[in-house]
């Protein structure tokens, strides 16, 4: 990531297009998988679900340029922004809920096949306390992988998302908690092509002809002294002799003279 941006007109929340929403959802739905009725083919040995499978099926990595934390009660918006970004611009926008499913709907899956007490009518309260981290924490670093590859961030400051009883901006969203967040401390990474820039004009600046200058100390001890006058004692030498011209020059100036 290496940029973050906080969306705060919310006057144009409800101004939602819905063949941008569409289009937006359309080219996600290669991405959504619907989980299966069993969780058999997560299953290593005794009951032993394959946590890296479940993430890698449920939570998969896209490359995407920015990356839109919302509240759930503004997906619609969000999707209608991402599609609008995306037919304008051509860049690409993450919305969690669009490319994964739910997080919900494999807990409930998870819950009814490892959770149930033995009536099948009450979960184990220990138990689905277990599943619940082991779900939300395959959630939360998928949402920290795909922060970190996003180049951007933008976070829809609206009503839904943000409180503002107090003083403070606060919110009631874990997730929302979670991703703003990560977005604080997670590594920032200046894009290669800002780089590169960054590098040219440094080197412009630095290597201009007015600023750059390289100095070298020179050794003209192997070289023999001559003047002008010495030249043209040269050539008049020359025309008289017509011998090979610079044998000439040699003669009249040999090495131990």
Same mark, same amino acid.
């Given at each position: 990531?290496?940029?973050? $941006?906080?969306?705060?007109?919310? %006057?144009?929340? #409800?101004?939602?297009?819905?063949? $941008?929403? @569409?289009?937006?959802?359309? &080219?996600?739905?290669?991405? @959504?998988?619907?989980?299966?009725?069993?969780?058999?083919?997560?299953? %290593?040995?005794?009951?032993?679900?394959?946590?890296?499978?479940?993430?890698?099926?449920?939570?998969?990595?896209?490359? !995407?340029?920015?990356?839109? &934390?919302?509240? #759930?009660?503004?997906?619609?918006?969000?999707? &209608?922004? !991402?599609?609008? =970004?995306?037919?304008?611009?051509?860049?690409?926008?993450?919305?969690?809920?669009?490319?994964?499913?739910? !997080?919900?709907?494999?807990?409930? /899956?998870?819950?009814?096949?490892?959770?149930?007490?033995?009536?099948?009518?009450?979960?184990?309260?220990?138990?689905?306390?277990?599943?619940?981290?082991?779900? #939300?924490?395959?959630?939360?670093? !998928?949402?920290?992988?795909?922060?970190?590859?996003?180049?951007?961030? $933008?976070?829809?400051?609206?009503?839904? &998302?943000? /409180?503002?009883?107090?003083? $403070?901006?606060?919110?009631?969203?874990?997730?929302?908690?979670?991703?703003?967040?990560?977005?604080?401390?997670?590594?920032?990474? =200046?894009?290669?092509? /800002?780089?590169?820039?960054?590098? @040219?004009?440094?080197?412009?600046?630095?290597?201009?002809?007015?600023?750059?200058?390289?100095?070298?100390?020179?050794?003209?001890?192997?070289?023999?002294? =001559?003047?002008?006058?010495?030249?043209?004692?040269?050539?008049?030498?020359?025309?008289?002799?017509?011998?090979?011209?610079?044998?000439?020059?040699?003669?009249?100036?040999?090495?131990?003279?």
């Amino acid at each position: 990531m290496y940029r973050g $941006f906080n969306i705060t007109d919310v %006057l144009f929340i #409800h101004d939602t297009n819905e063949n $941008f929403a @569409r289009k937006y959802t359309d &080219s996600y739905d290669k991405y @959504r998988k619907e989980i299966s009725s069993t969780l058999n083919r997560y299953v %290593l040995s005794d009951n032993i679900l394959d946590g890296s499978k479940m993430q890698a099926d449920w939570f998969p990595q896209i490359n !995407a340029d920015i990356f839109i &934390s919302h509240s #759930h009660e503004d997906e619609e918006y969000a999707k &209608s922004l !991402a599609g609008k =970004i995306q037919a304008y611009t051509g860049l690409s926008c993450f919305i969690d809920s669009c490319v994964w499913n739910y !997080a919900d709907d494999l807990l409930r /899956k998870v819950d009814d096949n490892y959770c149930q007490c033995d009536d099948s009518h009450t979960y184990d309260y220990q138990k689905r306390n277990y599943s619940t981290s082991h779900i #939300h924490m395959m959630l939360n670093a !998928a949402l920290m992988k795909m922060i970190d590859k996003c180049e951007c961030l $933008f976070f829809l400051n609206t009503p839904n &998302s943000i /409180k503002t009883e107090n003083i $403070f901006e606060s919110t009631y969203s874990p997730w929302i908690f979670s991703e703003i967040s990560i977005s604080k401390y997670i590594r920032k990474k =200046i894009p290669e092509r /800002k780089n590169l820039k960054r590098i @040219r004009d440094s080197l412009n600046k630095s290597f201009s002809m007015e600023n750059f200058e390289v100095q070298y100390q020179l050794d003209l001890a192997h070289l023999t002294d =001559i003047c002008e006058d010495d030249l043209n004692k040269w050539l008049e030498l020359y025309l008289n002799d017509n011998k090979y011209s610079l044998d000439t020059l040699y003669n009249l100036y040999p090495i131990n003279g």
